[in-house]
């Protein structure tokens, strides 16, 4: 069965420091891969997905993120983080071609701490 | 545009009763899925629909059911209210099923089970 790992529970950064929240996943194959957030008392909001194409992606207020298959990894990265950003981030994968069915499997998450 | 929409915001029901929880997708999505993210579990994939249509569901017992109008807005039922049933009870919606639409994410509905 698909698993999503997210080694940190808890990351405690100062502002304007750069970040990197770690996710693992296992799957048969490579699935599509997404980070969410969630600020409190909201709902998830997409930060980005890879799908194919370039390791390197995108995402929006930032935040990127690189696929290696080679680690089976999808680590989260921001270059200067700003006390918006504490919240609880989500590692999220589905599978290629899939359909919904499965609908997202996601990791336990981790919780950001931005220090003043 | 609007965004997926759930009410009530909160519920507070006591064992062995049964909960009714409500979601309206973005306009011109027709798949909705609920989450369950209880504390300790993380989310957790509950139900999918899809035309009107349950498509799948979960690792979850029967006594969580649901439907799909034709509007597409959905509800969550739970029946026979257990104490662990307490979580916070997130619809998405996605304008098909394939898994790379993207889904958009209610606000929750906050269930608490005494």
């Known amino acids: 069965a698909q698993s999503v790992t997210q080694p940190d529970i808890h990351i405690t950064v100062s502002e304007g420091a750069s970040l990197e929240l770690r996710c693992n996943y296992s799957?048969?194959?490579?699935?599509?891969l997404f980070w969410y957030v969630q600020s409190p008392g909201q709902g998830l909001q997409l930060l980005l997905k890879?799908?194919?194409?370039?390791?390197l992606v995108q995402g929006i207020k930032g935040f990127e993120a690189e696929f290696k298959r080679s680690q089976s990894s999808f680590n989260l990265r921001k270059p200067s983080v700003h006390w918006s950003d504490a919240a609880e981030y989500f590692c999220?994968?589905?599978?290629?071609?899939?359909?919904?069915?499965?609908?997202?499997?996601f990791g336990k998450g981790t919780h950001l701490i931005i220090q003043p | 545009e609007a965004g997926v929409t759930q009410s009530p915001t909160h519920l507070i029901k006591t064992r062995g009763q049964q909960a009714t929880l409500r979601c309206s997708p973005i306009?011109?999505?027709?798949?909705v899925y609920w989450y369950q993210q209880a504390l300790g579990l993380g989310l957790q994939f509950l139900l999918w629909?899809?035309?009107?249509?349950?498509?799948n569901r979960g690792n979850f017992p029967p006594r969580f059911s649901g439907r799909q109008f034709p509007n597409y807005s959905s509800e969550l039922n739970v029946n026979a209210l257990e104490l662990e049933d307490s979580a916070l009870y997130l619809c998405?919606?996605?304008?098909?099923?394939?898994?790379?639409?993207?889904?958009?994410f209610g606000p929750g509905t906050r269930l608490t089970v005494l």
């Open positions: 998405a919606s996605s304008l098909g099923e394939d898994a790379y639409n993207e889904q958009f």
């Open positions: 629909y899809d035309e009107g249509e349950e498509r």
């Open positions: 306009s011109g999505h027709t798949s």
């Open positions: 999220a994968v589905a599978p290629r071609g899939g359909g919904g069915a499965d609908g997202l499997t």
């Open positions: 890879y799908f194919s194409g370039d390791t």
């Open positions: 799957y048969g194959a490579t699935p599509y």
